[in-house]
């Protein structure tokens, strides 16, 4: 570890380097946005660009990791979001609609996900074990009796499925522009809200399931 710089507190270990260089990251982030690098950071640590390099190997990497240590919180904001919502489809939709939208706002999470930073690499994090540890979280974390309903745990691995599809192709092309947020409501629930409805089957409920109406607007 360089024994210099670091405003002269020098870290005690590689982890307290790696969380001091992740915060001068959502600093320095808080004020050049997508243009951070880790030149920026650096300067914000008073080390070389090569300390960071050690810990990081790249810009994309270093906001990656920024990113990845930023998804708790994002996750605590849905949770509020969905709270209440007690229909399984309903919650689903309005789930990665608050997605879409605290990632359209968000200066970490979402700044990978912004049309100049958007990649092939980054895309495909989406569907990513991370991706689908992100999802379930979320999914578990409604109020939604899954079991109660008459889903079973491979129709929660189905829902997560479609969680991250869903998300996937909305980041690369968000469609329509102009849309309002009831009119993707609208639009996700014909293309999620059925799939979610269509996984309990009428012979394991004993009837066809209901639209499900509770759908925020």
């Known amino acids: 570890m360089r024994t210099h710089g670091w405003g002269g507190r020098v870290p005690r270990n590689d982890d307290e380097a790696t969380a001091r260089i992740l915060a001068a990251t959502r600093t320095v982030i808080d004020r050049r946005g997508a243009s951070t690098s880790i030149a920026d950071v650096a300067r914000e640590l008073d080390v070389t660009r090569q300390t ?19 998804v708790g919180a994002l996750l605590d904001r849905m949770t509020e979001r969905l709270r209440g919502i007690t229909a399984a489809d309903g919650a689903v939709v309005e789930g990665v ?6 990632l359209r706002d968000d200066d970490y999470v979402g700044l990978l996900l912004r049309d100049d930073r958007l990649s092939v690499p980054v895309v495909g994090e989406i569907t990513s074990e991370i ?43 968000p469609g329509s522009p102009g849309r309002s947020a009831s009119e993707l409501r609208e639009f996700l629930d014909v293309w999620m809200g059925a799939s ?7 012979p394991r409920r004993g009837a066809r399931p209901n639209r499900v109406s509770a759908v925020r607007r």
């Open 196 to 202: 979610i409805r269509g996984l309990v089957a009428a």
């Open 97 to 102: 609609a608050g997605v879409l939208e605290e």
């Open 52 to 70: 960071v390099y050690r810990y990081f190997a790249s810009t994309e990497v270093l906001l990656s990791a920024t990113a990845l240590d930023a």
């Open 131 to 173: 991706g689908r540890v992100f999802a379930r979280s979320m999914v578990d974390r409604m109020d939604v009796d899954w079991a109660g309903a008459g889903y079973a745990d491979r129709d929660l691995d189905i829902v997560v499925e479609i969680v991250l599809r869903t998300l996937q192709s909305m980041v690369i092309d």
